[in-house]
């Protein structure tokens, strides 16, 4: 089964509206990973919040972490058409492996 | 710095025709190394993972198959090819070091069964 559940699947905004992105996992996790898929290509990490950690910034991204309602969110500020992308968390389901959502996608609108 | 490297970029095979897509990494050594595969407009699932030379650890039943020849060499096999196998096939690669570090992705192989 999948670690992580992101919500909403899809999600529209205009340009400098900020946007969140929901993420659900299952297990006890030692990370959460939050990564960004531009149309066509792979993968690219953005952020990882710690198991012990509730909140981390990166630049426009801030990550929070709820181990007791094991979710995590992802806010990205002031956004821009250039964020437009899907947006995935992975749950770490042990030391070897990331198990993934199926997504957010965003789409910001000049 | 380390690097990913996957291919073909886009591959269109008949249904029962065999497969190898391979992935190299450079730059790093003894990395675990990942294949996952992402059908249209929907998340990754994870489809093997190697920790070492030879050690190749499976996480869907089908008629996939994965081998690891060297270190950085990751190769994904098939001998007849199903319709539903049709996707975009990612390698990554994952640094040992820590539970905390991160996946880093090659930019994937399209693949079409017809």
């Known amino acids: 089964s999948q670690q992580g559940e992101e919500d909403p699947q899809a999600l529209s905004i205009q340009e400098g509206e900020n946007a969140t992105m929901n993420c659900s996992y299952k297990?006890?996790?030692?990370?959460l990973q939050w990564y960004r898929q531009n149309s066509g290509r792979g993968l690219v990490h953005l952020i990882l919040i710690r198991s012990n950690e509730r909140e981390k910034h990166s630049g426009r991204l801030r990550v929070t972490l709820d181990t007791s309602k094991k979710s995590s969110s992802l806010l990205i500020t002031a956004s821009r058409a250039a964020d437009t992308a899907s947006y995935f968390c992975a749950a770490s389901g042990g030391y070897n492996k990331l198990i993934f959502g199926a997504g957010t996608r965003l789409a910001v609108h000049p | 710095s380390q690097t990913i490297h996957q291919w073909p970029a886009t591959l269109v095979q008949p249904v029962g025709s065999p497969l190898s897509l391979e992935c190299t990494v450079e730059?790093?050594?003894?990395?675990?190394l990942y294949w996952y595969r992402q059908a249209a407009g929907r998340g990754l699932q994870l489809l093997f993972y190697?920790?070492?030379?030879?050690?190749i650890s499976s996480e869907v039943p089908q008629n996939l198959s994965a081998s690891r020849p060297q270190d950085r060499q990751f190769i994904l096999s098939s001998k007849k090819l199903l319709l539903s196998d049709s996707g975009f096939y990612l390698c990554?690669?994952?640094?040992?070091?820590?539970?905390?570090?991160?996946?880093?992705f090659g930019n994937g192989t399209r693949l079409t069964v017809t």
């Open positions: 190697s920790v070492g030379i030879g050690q």
């Open positions: 730059g790093t050594s003894n990395p675990n």
């Open positions: 990554a690669w994952r640094a040992k070091s820590s539970y905390n570090s991160p996946l880093h």
């Open positions: 297990t006890s996790i030692n990370n």
